[in-house]
């Protein structure tokens, strides 16, 4: 006998549970009553209690603690289902992530043994040191929601925890990783003077556009209009599977866009692609007609992800600057738009956001600029 029931996740979508009794328990004549949940569709939570029940009438319902699976094992039996439905470098990722933070932890475990103390204990302690540690929470949870869907469980522990935040010092000093105006045209003087063209010119497309890195260095001429005086975004450079770099598609439908850019912008990859040619010729290397990247190696080929920021870092410590992330360029971009009175949405637009709500709650920082303006406007509304 089984009782089913249709709920609403917390993400918005629908799923099924059930409640089912399946008899007496041999041993210690009690009622078996089982819960479970995650079950897309009511045929599917059907189809689990039909298993369950004849689990129960073979005497193998209640199995040795010896026969339940490990953690690993479940994840192991997860993730090859998730490869086929995200991409190969959002799965690459998630892999190195459960590798890193999850698996050392719980791995060995026996899954239906790993209780909700534990799981508390490792948010508790992840809080302390990592700002994504939701992220970790998220990751078990995904394991044992498969779990419950295989029927090795009845319960997800994370559901059960409470979420720990973040404590932030007052007298922590908040990094800014994003730079004003002036340090960003002194940033890229020096990189003009004393970098490569071809880094000065990264560097410069990357202020002026507001780009993803990946989004750059998969790049190619034909995505450069320079009639139309703007760029277009339709991929982007990843790592895939053995660190192997392709293009794919970008983070989000929203991601793929057009980019106008400034005179001078424009006049700078104008030059660079001169240059590229000039040094094509003097080294041998033929062009790719039909898909030739914007930013190549000296071979031709796809640029290490890691390079823009090593460019960074040999600008920044030559010249004593403050260090910022490459991201930081991605901030910057924003927030001088916002400095001169851009509109939120249009900025969303250039970056690639799904809403403007992710650009408010990125940059909702007031900048020292920005700031000493507040006065003289108060001032203004008074005096009107």
């Known amino acids: 006998m089984a009782t089913y029931k249709q709920y609403e996740k917390k993400n918005g979508t629908k799923a ?57 094992e479940i994840f192991d039996l997860w993730k090859e289902n998730y490869k086929h439905t995200v991409k190969e470098s959002t799965y690459v990722k998630a892999m190195n992530q459960y590798k890193v933070h999850t698996l050392p932890v719980f791995g060995k475990k026996k899954i239906d043994e790993i209780t909700v103390t534990e799981v508390q204990k490792f948010a508790n302690k992840n809080v302390k040191k990592f700002v994504k540690y939701r992220d970790f929470i998220t990751d078990i949870s995904r394991i044992f929601e498969f779990a419950i869907r295989l029927g090795v469980v009845d319960s997800n522990p994370t559901k059960r925890i409470t979420i720990p935040k973040r404590k932030e ?110 040094f094509f010729f003097q080294f041998g290397l033929k062009p790719n007609n039909k898909r030739q990247l914007v930013f190549p190696n000296t071979d031709n080929e796809f640029l290490q992800l890691s390079k823009p920021r090593k460019w960074m870092l040999q600008n920044i410590k030559k010249n004593n600057l403050r260090e910022i992330t490459i991201h930081g360029f991605r901030h910057t971009h924003a927030t001088l738009l916002l400095e001169a009175g851009v509109e939120p949405k249009t900025i969303s637009e250039r970056l690639g956001h799904t809403s403007t709500q992710i650009t408010n709650d990125l940059y909702a920082h007031v900048t020292k600029k920005m700031e000493k303006e507040v006065p003289k406007v108060f001032q203004n509304i008074i005096n009107s």
């Open 169 to 278: 010092s007052v007298y922590e000093e908040k990094r800014l990783n994003y730079y004003t105006k002036e340090e960003l045209v002194e940033f890229l003087e020096f990189s003009k003077k004393q970098q490569p063209y071809y880094v000065y010119t990264f560097f410069q497309l990357l202020s002026a556009s507001g780009c993803r890195q990946g989004e750059l260095l998969g790049l190619e001429w034909d995505s450069v209009d320079f009639e139309e005086e703007c760029i277009y975004i339709v991929q982007t450079l990843a790592r895939g599977e053995n660190r192997r770099l392709y293009l794919e598609q970008p983070k989000t439908n929203h991601s793929k866009r057009t980019i106008s850019l400034d005179d001078e912008t424009l006049a700078v990859l104008k030059q660079w692609k001169m240059k590229q040619k000039e």
């Open 16 to 72: 099924w549970q059930f409640r089912a009794y399946l008899g007496k328990n041999p041993k210690t004549g009690k009622d078996i009553l089982t819960t479970r949940q995650g079950f897309k569709t009511k045929k599917e939570a059907q189809l689990a209690v039909s298993r369950l029940q004849v689990e129960y009438e073979k005497g193998e319902f209640n199995q040795p603690k010896n026969q339940s699976k490990t953690f690993q």
